[in-house]
């Protein structure tokens, strides 16, 4: 494994960096992250890919059982040091939809939860702490498939009470970003709207947005700050001959997204990640973006393509197809 490693001084965070990329050994495609903190950072994806870092990205295990190596884990949740759980995204009724939970840090794996249903597809696994968590699903007779857990994974329930899905409408399963949880608002999108609820799933909202729909287009993930602002990115995965809507920002929980044209990118936008107070940075295949005067405007620094990002204590780490990992600092 060959890593490499760079401080990028910015200077009104308009000077140019790079990722410096640390290459595994593998094919699989990278969907997940979560850091639990500059050192420690979790990955999931294809080919049974469930790798921990302890020195911030430099190198990795795959601490996946033999078991699940044929599985694509497209979401992770980093409940503490001890325990993580990874989630299959898979057909149901092929025995790939479930969930595997460790208490020691990776050393050993149990599965928690799964879905044998024609039909069920997870998405993505978010949780509030490490008790309280949301699966979302892609939809299930008109309604959204929204599974709760009240005890850190041991029981899932799904939510009743969910306003009607449109026909032909789903999430993608692309960086385990499309549920955002902040206290007890819990959101979660589909392609074009998000769904909103104030109190952890007991009542919700749906609110529009302007990201155009269709089977390869709209939105990819969602990222709430607080309980009123917020950002949304997509874009298109197959056509990227068009430039289409990439990032959107809410500052009023939703109610208005707003729609700058020079938002509008070829290619996709699918995660987005902060480093800083008022400083925020996004990966996908249109390469990295970085935010400037105040969110305002973004700076494209690269062409680098990734599916997810993370960062803690202004170091960010990226990981995407083929065994890529990037790794960039802001100190």
């Known amino acids: 494994m060959r890593t490499l490693f760079i401080l990028c001084f910015l200077i009104s965070f308009q000077a140019k960096c790079q990722w410096e990329k640390v290459q595994i050994e593998t094919k699989a495609s990278f969907r997940a992250m979560q850091m639990l903190d500059?050192?420690?950072?979790?990955v999931s994806g294809s080919k049974?890919?469930?790798l921990k870092s302890v020195d911030g990205g430099k190198t990795w295990l795959n601490t996946c059982p033999e078991e699940f190596k044929s599985l694509d884990f497209r979401g992770?949740?980093?409940?503490?040091k001890n325990?993580?759980?990874?989630m299959s995204a898979g057909d149901g009724s092929e025995g790939k939809a479930l969930v595997i939970k460790t208490l020691d840090g990776g050393k050993t794996w149990a599965e928690v939860l799964r879905k044998i249903e024609k039909g069920v597809f997870f998405d993505t696994i978010k949780f509030k702490n490490d008790k309280i968590g949301f699966i979302l699903g892609d939809a299930i007779d008109?309604?959204?498939?929204?599974?709760?857990?009240?005890d850190g994974g041991k029981n899932w329930f799904r939510i009743e009470n969910l306003p009607d899905i449109l026909v032909g409408e789903a999430s993608f399963a692309a960086s385990n970003s499309c549920i955002s949880i902040f206290k007890n608002n819990v959101w979660f999108n589909t392609q074009n709207r998000i769904f909103h609820s104030k109190n952890l799933g007991k009542s919700w909202e749906v609110m529009e947005t302007p990201f155009e729909t269709a089977q390869t287009r709209g939105i990819f993930g969602n990222f709430y700050l607080n309980k009123k602002e917020g950002y949304i990115v997509g874009g298109d995965y197959q056509n990227d001959k068009t430039a289409t809507l990439q990032i959107s920002k809410t500052v009023n929980q939703g109610q208005f997204f707003d729609n700058l044209p020079e938002n509008n990118l070829k290619g996709l936008t699918e995660c987005l990640a902060k480093i800083e107070s008022n400083k925020y940075i996004t990966v996908?295949?249109?390469g990295?973006?970085?935010s400037i005067n105040n969110n305002n405007q973004w700076k494209k620094i690269d062409r680098e393509s990734f599916h997810v990002v993370g960062c803690k204590n202004k170091?960010?780490?990226?990981?995407?197809?083929?065994?890529?990992?990037g790794l960039m600092s802001f100190k």
């Open 38 to 42: 500059e050192s420690t950072v979790w």
């Open 48 to 50: 049974g890919s469930i």
């Open 76 to 80: 992770i949740s980093v409940l503490n």
């Open 83 to 86: 325990e993580i759980l990874a």
């Open 142 to 150: 008109h309604q959204p498939y929204v599974l709760k857990t009240l």
């Open 284 to 286: 996908g295949t249109h």
């Open 288 to 290: 990295t973006s970085i």
């Open 315 to 325: 170091k960010c780490v990226a990981a995407g197809g083929n065994g890529q990992i």
